[in-house]
């Protein structure tokens, strides 16, 4: 049966979802600093097939280690996690976790997981290389783009670029989807109510700035 699980995130933890399907897709897996995640990803299924992080911070990708499968990411933060950098997350975190990236990810691929199908958008302003995934059953898989309650992600870590995430918070609300799947706070069914409230606190924010 095709399911979307969700592992929420507690403290500094990101939330991770597991699509399951014709392919095992888990996306994003916290800092890495527990291994309950795979323990939960066990009570589900064997193996997964796929990671995707939806970008290279260190809370969304630390978990990478404890699973062995391919690993997917915003072209642009490849090296960013590739090197362990993590634009500067590493060392806040007092971590050093660098994943070997198996796929490129831009804006357009599709990843076919069987009957979800998740769509590539990129998203830069969190992170240069940050992605949404938007899937054919009105799912949005958002990141640190944007979250429930009308917030954002942060973009005064290096990489970061306010401008940029003005432009992709604007882009999202002209997307068909229903629910909103942050990478922080509770996934919400009405995600476009959410999204216009941050794009609202956004303009107010950075106009006073």
Aim: hydrophobic share 35%; charged share 25%.
């Amino acid at each position: 049966m095709t399911e979307i699980v969700v592992f929420p995130g507690i403290g500094y933890e990101c939330n991770s979802y597991l699509i399951l399907d014709e392919k095992t897709v888990l996306i994003d897996t916290g800092t890495g600093s527990r291994p309950v995640l795979k323990q939960k990803v066990e009570e589900q299924i064997e193996k997964i097939d796929l990671i995707i992080n939806t970008h290279a911070h260190l809370d969304h990708v630390g978990g990478n280690r404890h699973f062995t499968c391919e690993i997917a990411i915003g072209r642009l933060d490849r090296v960013a996690l590739e090197s362990g950098g993590l634009y500067g997350t590493g060392e806040m975190f007092g971590k050093n976790a660098s994943s070997k990236v198996d796929r490129e990810l831009s804006e357009g691929d599709k990843i076919d997981c069987g009957e979800i199908v998740l769509e590539v958008l990129h998203t830069p302003g969190h992170t240069p290389g940050g992605i949404c995934l938007l899937s054919n059953t009105g799912h949005l898989f958002t990141g640190d783009t944007v979250f429930s309650g009308g917030s954002f992600g942060r973009v005064d870590l290096p990489g970061g670029s306010a401008a940029d995430l003005g432009k992709s918070l604007e882009r999202l609300k002209n997307l068909d989807f229903e629910f909103m799947m942050p990478g922080h706070t509770e996934p919400v069914k009405d995600g476009k109510s959410h999204l216009e409230s941050a794009i609202t606190l956004f303009g107010e924010y950075y106009e006073r700035a």
